[in-house]
C-alpha cells in the first residue's frame, strides 16, 4: 500500500499537479504588493495580461505603500508570508540589499540599453542590478488654468503675480509646496549653480552645502516668505497645499505625478510646467526624482516566474498602458 502511495506521489510530482508551497491545484501563486489607486489597477490589469500567457500562474495582489513595502518585507519575508514581487522607491534600495532580501536581475543588459540614466543608476547597488524600473518622478509646476493662463517662467514673474492674486485674510497664495520639505527645497541650493556632491551627484568631497551659491540659494529662499508665502512652515503640509491648489485658493503648486489622477477626478482645469528660472540664471532648477521599482523577494518560493513576471512589467507595451493609467512618466530614452 504505501508503495502504491508513493508512485502516486511520485506521477503527480511529475505531472504538475503539486507544487512546494502552491494552492494544491496545478497553480503557481505570486504575492504582489503594490499601492493603491491608479498602481493597483494597472497591475490588476497586468496580471490577467500576465495570466494570458502563463495560465498556471495565479497572481494575488495585496495593497501595500510603495513606501511601506520594505518594512513589511524584512517582518513578512522571513516569515513566509511576505510578496513575491513588490514596489519600492530607490532609496530604499541598500537597506533592501544589505538585508538580503531581494534578488538580483541576472541580465540587467536591457535596463541599461533602454532606459533613461536616472532609471539605470537608481536601479543599481554597488555595481548590481536589482530593481525593475517601472516610472521616473519628479516635482514641477503645476498651474490652475483658469486663474493664470500663462504659467510663470522666472520666479520674479511669480513674485508680480503674488502681488494680484495674494489675500492672507482669504488664504490665497499664488503659489504652494512643502516648504520645510528638503525634497522640494533643494531647487534653491542647486538652482544657484550649487549641484549637490558635485556636477555628477557621486562626489562626497563636493558636497556643497554651505557653499556661496547654496547661501545665495537659501537667502533668495528666506526672502520668499514676505514676498509670495506669509505661511509659518510647519503649517504647510502636503494635506495644506493640496487643498489649497484644489479649492482654487493657490492658483499653482509644486508637487509630482502622483497627485494628476486626483486632479482629473476633480475636474481641474491644469497645466504643468518647468520650475520657475532663479534670478541670475538662465535654465529651470535641476530637481529631485524618483525611480519607481518592482523587486523581487529574496523568499519567493517561485523566483523565476516572479523574476519573468516583473520584467513583463517593463516591457514597451506594458509601460505604455500603466502610463495610461497613472500618467507616471515611463521608462525609454528618447
Not at 15 to 37: D, I
Not at 97 to 106: E, F, K, M, Q, T
Amino acid at each position: 500500500m504505501k508503495k502504491i502511495i508513493f508512485v502516486l506521489l511520485g506521477v503527480m510530482l511529475l505531472t504538475g499537479a503539486v507544487f512546494a508551497g502552491g494552492t494544491g491545484e496545478g497553480k503557481v501563486q505570486l504575492k504582489v504588493w503594490e499601492s493603491e489607486g491608479a498602481e493597483k489597477d494597472f497591475m490588476l490589469w497586468a496580471a490577467g495580461e500576465f495570466k494570458k500567457i502563463h495560465p498556471e500562474v495565479n497572481i494575488i495582489y495585496e495593497p501595500v505603500g510603495s513606501v511601506d513595502s520594505r518594512s513589511k518585507i524584512e517582518l513578512d519575508g522571513p516569515a513566509g508570508v511576505g510578496a513575491d514581487i513588490f514596489v519600492a522607491p530607490h532609496d530604499h534600495l541598500g537597506a533592501l540589499v544589505n538585508g538580503g532580501h531581494v534578488l538580483p536581475i541576472d541580465d540587467p543588459s536591457f535596463i541599461k540599453n533602454e532606459f533613461i540614466d536616472a532609471a539605470v543608476f537608481g536601479s543599481q547597488y554597488n555595481g548590481v542590478t536589482y530593481g525593475y524600473p517601472l516610472a521616473i518622478e519628479t516635482y514641477a509646476l503645476f498651474y490652475n488654468k483658469d486663474a493664470i493662463k500663462n504659467p510663470p517662467k522666472t520666479w520674479a514673474e511669480v513674485e508680480e503675480f503674488a502681488k494680484t492674486w495674494n489675500n492672507k485674510a482669504q488664504n490665497k497664495f499664488a503659489i504652494v509646496w512643502e516648504v520645510a520639505n528638503a525634497y522640494y527645497d533643494y531647487i534653491f541650493m542647486g538652482g544657484f549653480g550649487a549641484p549637490l556632491f558635485g556636477p555628477s551627484g557621486s562626489d562626497r568631497k563636493q558636497h556643497n552645502l554651505n557653499s556661496p551659491k547654496a547661501v545665495e540659494g537659501a537667502k533668495y529662499f528666506q526672502t520668499l516668505r514676505k514676498t509670495i508665502l506669509d505661511v509659518p512652515a510647519s503649517d504647510m503640509s502636503g494635506d495644506f497645499c493640496s487643498s489649497s491648489f484644489t479649492e482654487g485658493k493657490a492658483a499653482m503648486v509644486i508637487v509630482g505625478p502622483w497627485k494628476i489622477n486626483e486632479y482629473k477626478k476633480l475636474k481641474i482645469n491644469f497645466g504643468v510646467a518647468a520650475i520657475p528660472v532663479f534670478p541670475g540664471q538662465s535654465t529651470p532648477p535641476a530637481s529631485f526624482s524618483g525611480i519607481r521599482l518592482a523587486f523581487v523577494s529574496a523568499y519567493s518560493n517561485y523566483p523565476e516566474i516572479a523574476k519573468e513576471f516583473a520584467r513583463f512589467l517593463m516591457s514597451k507595451e506594458v509601460l505604455q498602458k500603466r502610463y495610461e493609467y497613472t500618467d507616471q512618466i515611463p521608462r525609454e530614452k528618447t
